[in-house]
């Protein structure tokens, strides 16, 4: 017994002897090399009549074609993409509006609504979409917040939870207005940003759709009928919507959408002419969704990578094979595009890892911005090589040996 007692404080000692000529590997931080795939030729920047446009990927946000996408500009009605949403988010389609006074009395275009005649939310709704109406707009602004004023802090709220940096609404109708040395504006962008938002609403796409809408106020005495003035609707066969716009401070503007074979396109132009020329937003607009339908097509960013085992500081095994954690990334791209995948493995990690541990990741990027990443974990563990580790190893194999010799 003395004997065994003596062999096992043996092999204590031997355990230590071995951790101290043990060398660490210590793990580092790699960046693999990209893949990049780029056009042969670039492809010529549109012509186009609007002093600011837009060409949007409507499934993500992303931004196809830009000119001018930043700069805040007067934007008339188109304003009332953002007014209906607000509308719909805060009022039952059911809810009778009450016409004020200062409703009534909004200038062209109107639908004629009078001092108080009450309508419901929805077919004001209809009026204000598909005819523009001014005076519909502010009605619906004074039923969800009592006052023009008020309602105006709900739009540019909203805005800016949607994402939208550049706007600044006064009127619920886009009529030209100015406060505080501010013009009532947006940019091209944010437009863009609200409709995306706005076409995730099911209400507002189906009035949006519709030719023309035929209501009567509430009590049944007066009946109206409007018709949709977006064009684009008989022009392009893909089209949904949206919504024209024109003050004499903001020219002709019109916010566009169609999906076509799995592809969202929003487009928006500021600016579009002056009278005479009503029909350059048309065309511009038809430049823009043309554009998008030719150069993008929906294509997988998500590549298998050959990917360098993750080093282990004082672990058992001092390497461990990793996998790129599976996520398919399907987006509209053009030839034009240059895409590059990033494999970044973190800082070196001491022992213990884990299997599925994520030890770093692989970034994608398109035009040089980041789109989007996926991880890399483990598909092994490894445990830590200390005096501990190397106890337990020795003892187990001790009592598997003595076992063994009593078997």
């Given at each position: ?7 096992l404080r043996f092999l204590i000692v031997l355990c230590s002897g071995i951790l101290l000529f043990h060398t660490p590997v210590c793990a580092k931080s790699y960046t ?376």
């Amino acid at each position: 017994m003395l004997q065994k007692i003596g062999m096992l404080r043996f092999l204590i000692v031997l355990c230590s002897g071995i951790l101290l000529f043990h060398t660490p590997v210590c793990a580092k931080s790699y960046t693999l090399g990209s893949v990049q795939e780029v056009a042969d030729e670039k492809k010529q920047p549109l012509t186009l009549t609007a002093k600011a446009a837009v060409l949007m990927d409507g499934e993500n946000g992303r931004i196809l074609y830009a000119k001018c996408a930043d700069e805040v500009m007067a934007n008339a009605s188109t304003t009332k993409i953002l007014t209906a949403i607000v509308v719909l988010e805060h009022c039952d389609l059911r809810e009778k509006v009450c016409v004020s006074k200062h409703a009534a009395a909004r200038p062209k275009v109107r639908l004629g609504i009078r001092e108080g005649e009450q309508y419901y939310v929805e077919d004001l709704l209809y009026a204000m979409l598909l005819k523009s109406c001014n005076d519909c707009a502010s009605a619906l602004a004074e039923h969800v917040a009592g006052s023009e004023e008020a309602f105006s802090k709900l739009l540019n709220e909203k805005a800016d939870a949607i994402g939208c940096r550049q706007t600044f609404f006064i009127t619920p109708n886009g009529l030209d207005a100015k406060k505080d040395g501010k013009i009532h504006g947006t940019s091209a962008k944010d437009l863009a940003l609200m409709t995306r938002y706005a076409l995730s609403n099911e209400t507002f796409c189906d009035i949006i759709r519709t030719r023309s809408h035929t209501f009567s106020d509430v009590a049944g005495k007066r009946t109206h009928t409007v018709s949709n003035t977006n064009r684009f609707l008989q022009m392009d066969e893909d089209a949904i919507g949206v919504k024209t716009g024109y003050t004499s401070q903001a020219g002709y503007c019109f916010v566009g959408a169609c999906r076509s074979k799995e592809r969202l396109f929003i487009s928006v132009v500021l600016g579009s002419g002056w009278p005479p020329h009503k029909n350059e937003k048309w065309n511009d607009t038809q430049k823009l969704m043309s554009y998008g339908k030719e150069q993008f097509t929906m294509r997988e960013l998500y590549q298998e990578l050959h990917l360098k085992p993750f080093a282990v500081m004082d672990g058992v095994v001092s390497e461990v094979p990793i996998c790129q954690s599976k996520k398919s990334m399907r987006l509209l791209l053009s030839d034009e595009d240059d895409v590059t995948r990033k494999v970044t493995y973190f800082a070196e990690h001491d022992a213990p890892v884990l299997k599925g541990q994520v030890v770093g990741k692989v970034s994608y990027y398109v035009n040089d911005i980041l789109y989007d990443e996926t991880e890399l974990y483990t598909l092994l563990a490894s445990e830590k090589y200390d005096y501990f580790y190397c106890l337990k190893k020795v003892i187990a194999n001790y009592l598997m040996t003595n076992e063994m010799e009593n078997g």
